[in-house]
């Protein structure tokens, strides 16, 4: 089983649209992270979620909106897409903030034409 | 910023050399991990040292932290094409529940 899954894989959306990016992990851990990675490879956190709760929120514009429904699912929803959201999204978890890995899934491949 | 800096930015070296990485960061850290992305993929945890650590081994991977020049290096060692990927240098932990990537250093190696 897939340890931190993401929906869709690719994703290509006009301007202007509204789309979401579901996370899952079947881990049980307790800490959550959006990550966003440009087209030079840099790595930003959005979002941090612990225990379905909003830690961090690193300046991103409120056309994200990220929603925790419980402590397994962390999605992305993304309102007015711009042609500067095309990146990848990057999902992430892991068992708390002290001395531990993140696992990462696979991305999302944001394309907004 | 708080982001770290990998170096070299890029790396070509051929199968069976040893490959080396080196990191700088700017803040105190809880731990510095390593992380290794393949093109067009997720990030792949390599190895996590914690602060009160100088060196750690796990298989071909060697990590060393300097906390007192806020560096790190990574070592592979016997290099194959499949470590052809971008490494990335994270710290973070502590309160603020960040992990801070640097800009990563390109890794090819030439069969």
């Known amino acids: 089983d897939t340890a931190v899954s993401q929906t869709p894989k690719y994703l290509v959306t006009q301007m202007g649209n509204d789309k979401s990016i579901k996370c899952e992990q079947n881990?049980?851990?307790?800490?959550m992270y959006w990550y966003k990675q440009d087209s030079k490879k840099f790595l930003k956190i959005m979002f941090s979620?612990?225990?379905?709760?909003?830690?961090i929120n690193e300046t991103v514009p409120n056309r994200f909106s990220p929603k925790s429904p419980d402590k397994a699912h962390l999605n992305l929803h993304i309102n007015s897409l711009e042609l500067g959201d095309s990146a990848v999204y990057f999902c992430?978890?892991?068992?708390?903030?002290?001395?531990?890995?993140?696992?990462f899934g696979q991305g999302t491949r944001l394309t907004v034409v | 910023s708080q982001q770290g800096e990998e170096d070299p930015q890029a790396l070509s070296i051929q199968e069976g050399e040893n490959a080396t990485m080196n990191c700088s960061y700017k803040?105190?850290?809880?731990?510095l991990q390593w992380y290794r992305q393949n093109s067009g993929r997720g990030l792949v945890h390599l190895i996590l040292?914690?602060?009160?650590?100088r060196e750690k081994h796990s298989g071909r991977l060697r990590v060393t932290l300097d906390t007192s020049k806020k560096s790190s290096s990574l070592l592979i060692t016997a290099s194959r094409a499949a470590d052809t990927a971008s490494y990335f240098c994270?710290?973070?932990?502590?309160?603020?529940?960040?992990?801070?990537f640097g800009k990563g250093t390109l890794l090819t190696v030439n069969p």
């Open positions: 881990l049980g851990h307790d800490t």
């Open positions: 803040t105190s850290i809880n731990n």
């Open positions: 040292i914690r602060s009160n650590e």
């Open positions: 994270v710290h973070g932990g502590g309160s603020n529940y960040k992990l801070t």
């Open positions: 992430a978890s892991s068992q708390d903030n002290w001395y531990t890995e993140a696992f």
């Open positions: 979620y612990n225990n379905k709760e909003l830690i």
